[in-house]
């Protein structure tokens, strides 16, 4: 059974800056897409950046510049580092991974992590 796991979020002033983990975990095959959406209260889930088994990386235009998404050696934890925070970056950040495996194709979501942009 695959896992994601995420941590990070919080409350932060407009300007700072926060590290957001996503670790996948339960399966012997390799994982492929991994990255991040957010949904603001009131608004759809969007995309926030992505990252392809290989390397290719994606960025929404409202982060470009100010959000770094990043992935370890095993592929396995991703990392969005945000930096220049604005109060509309507040929303809950999802963790989203494609799992790729001999019988077939699956999306995966983590539970969620509130990020909070606020004087």
């Known amino acids: 059974q695959v896992q994601l796991v995420e941590s990070g979020g919080g409350l932060v002033q407009p300007g700072g800056s926060l590290r957001l983990s996503c670790a996948a975990s339960?399966?012997?095959?390799?994982?492929?897409?991994m990255g991040w959406y957010r949904q603001a209260p009131g608004k759809e889930r969007e995309l926030v950046a992505t990252v392809t088994s290989g390397g290719s990386i994606d960025y929404a235009d409202p982060v470009k510049g100010r959000f770094t998404l990043s992935r370890d050696n095993a592929k396995t934890t991703v990392y969005l580092q945000m930096n220049s925070l604005k109060p509309e970056d507040t929303a809950v950040y999802y963790c989203?991974?494609?799992?790729?495996?001999?019988?077939?194709?699956?999306?995966?979501w983590g539970q969620g992590t509130q990020v909070t942009v606020s004087s």
């Open positions: 339960g399966s012997i095959f390799s994982f492929n897409a």
């Open positions: 989203h991974v494609i799992h790729r495996t001999p019988w077939g194709v699956n999306a995966y």
